[in-house]
């Protein structure tokens, strides 16, 4: 059974603290993406990688940056958390477009994230 | 960032038929996609359309007109379990994915 697991499912952080959520996918997948979803807006990108050390910027990558040392595991660090980063926030990971032609992602079951 | 628009939310009678259109501003992308969410779970995928047309899923059919930048998601002997948000979501290399705002269906008995 394929797997994207996020390390926390609620987390509650200060303003101003640097916080680090963490995606491991156990499915050997090129691809990761770090979305933010929030009522009326849907998913929006934040961060992507597509190999290990790579990564491109979503559409709204201010505030946020990320991680990917290790195939397995991607990053996402707030480094200064604000309270208009309180939302819940999905890791996904799918295979490269040239290995499969599969457009199938799969998503954690995400961290909702208050910054108080 | 790509422009994906969906209705809001959507209501039918258990046993129905109903679609939930995506229209989107953007191009250059290899595919559409649907994703379902149930409240406090992770989004999973329904349905692919890489070509014009409709594809068909059991109960779910999808359909893309690229000419007329719009898509479809057809869900067919509506049932109570089929309450969720739908998300079309258009792929762009190495399946780089942007997702539209979301389709909340309510399903009544």
């Known amino acids: 059974d394929v797997k994207v697991t996020q390390s926390s499912r609620y987390l509650v952080k200060r303003t101003g603290e640097k916080v680090f959520l963490e995606c491991v996918q156990d499915m050997d997948h090129e691809n990761m993406f770090w979305y933010r979803q929030d009522p009326g807006l849907g998913l929006r990108l934040i961060y992507f990688s597509y190999d290990v050390k790579m990564k491109e910027k979503g559409d709204i990558p201010e505030g946020y940056s990320v991680s990917r040392e290790k195939k397995e595991r991607f990053s996402l660090i707030l480094e200064s958390a604000s309270t208009n980063q309180t939302s819940m926030y999905l890791c996904?990971?799918?295979?490269?477009?040239?290995?499969?032609?599969?457009?199938?992602?799969?998503f954690g079951q995400g961290t909702r994230l208050t910054v108080v | 960032g790509q422009s994906l628009e969906q209705p809001s939310e959507v209501t039918a009678v258990e046993g129905a038929i109903v679609q939930i259109n995506c229209t989107y501003q953007t191009s250059g992308f290899y595919g559409l996609s649907w994703y379902q969410q149930h409240d406090g779970g992770a989004p999973t995928f329904l349905s692919y359309?890489?070509?014009?047309g409709l594809e068909e899923t059991g109960r779910f059919s999808s359909f893309l007109s690229r000419s007329d930048s719009y898509g479809y998601l057809l869900l067919q002997e509506l049932q109570m379990k089929d309450s969720a948000s739908y998300f079309c979501?258009?792929?762009?290399?190495?399946?780089?994915?942007?997702f539209g705002s979301g389709t909340k269906l309510n399903v009544k008995p």
């Open positions: 996904a990971s799918s295979p490269a477009l040239d290995r499969v032609m599969n457009t199938e992602a799969f």
């Open positions: 979501a258009v792929g762009y290399n190495f399946n780089k994915f942007y």
């Open positions: 359309n890489a070509l014009d």
